[in-house]
T-cell receptor
Framework: DAKTTQPTSMDCAEGRAANLPCNHS???????VYWYRQIHSQGPQYIIH???NNETNEMASLIITEDRKSSTLILPHATLRDTAVYYC??????????????FGIGTKLQVIP | GAVVSQHPSRVICKSGTSVKIECRSL??????MFWYRQFPKQSLMLMAT?????????EQGVEKDKFLINHASLTLSTLTVTSAHPEDSSFYIC?????????????FGPGTRLLVL
């Protein structure tokens, strides 16, 4: 799977949009971008994923650049409960088997009151 | 999303004893589950891949005789830490995938915190 680069930490004011960047310059054509987050002392939580089109769900939006070398996770109105470590992960498609998720260091997002 | 549960949520045991951690997929069948370990202030590290009805596949450096994995049904995988020592104290997390090709989405359990005294 392609390597990703994320800032170590970020702050965001409560109620504002949190924009978390991720670089994946070596991404291949069959690799998806996944985002997970881990709130302290909990298991990782799936947020969103995409291939090349922008995606939105009830939790967040995912913006992928046209060349697919970077992406941004957007939490539109950050709350204190969004304080967590956010992981950007690139995963290749498979031929039917299940694949492990390889975690990097992630971005520690601190939402400030 | 899919729900994966773990039991117990936390356990304290004496050095030399064995501890069993259960991972269940609550609303879907899981032919494959993954076991991770996370030390304080570190990221999750994959320990092993649990396959229903067959032997688990362990990552390099993980002792298969120390971390016994049993995946006897499509909804349950267990991880047994045998002869636990203080250095085994960690946060153990399981996951399983939902969906199929081209790529399933992995869902994670809430984790089990193990403290070995």
């Amino acid at each position: 799977d392609a390597k990703t680069t994320q800032p170590t930490s970020m702050d965001c004011a409560e109620g504002r949009a949190a924009n978390l960047p991720c670089n994946h310059s070596t991404i291949s054509g069959n690799e998806y971008v996944y985002w997970y987050r881990q709130i302290h002392s909990q298991g990782p939580q799936y947020i969103i994923h995409g291939l090349k089109n922008n995606e939105t769900n009830e939790m967040a939006s995912l913006i992928i650049t046209e060349d697919r070398k970077s992406s941004t996770l957007i939490l539109p109105h950050a709350t204190l409960r969004d304080t967590a470590v956010y992981y950007c992960i690139v995963r290749a498609t498979n031929s039917g088997g299940y694949q492990k998720v390889t975690f990097g260091i992630g971005t520690k997002l601190q939402v400030i009151p | 999303g899919a729900v994966v549960s773990q039991h117990p949520s936390r356990v304290i045991c004496k050095s030399g004893t064995s501890v069993k951690i259960e991972c269940r997929s609550l609303d879907f069948q899981a032919t494959t589950m993954f076991w991770y370990r996370q030390f304080p202030k570190q990221s999750l590290m994959l320990m092993a891949t649990s396959n229903e009805g067959s032997k688990a596949t362990y990552e390099q450096g993980v002792e298969k005789d120390k971390f016994l994995i049993n995946h006897a049904s499509l909804t349950l995988s267990t991880l047994t830490v045998t002869s636990a020592h203080p250095e085994d104290s960690s946060f153990y997390i399981c996951s399983s995938g939902l969906g199929g090709a081209p790529l399933e989405t992995q869902y994670f359990g809430p984790g089990t915190r193990l403290l070995v005294l």
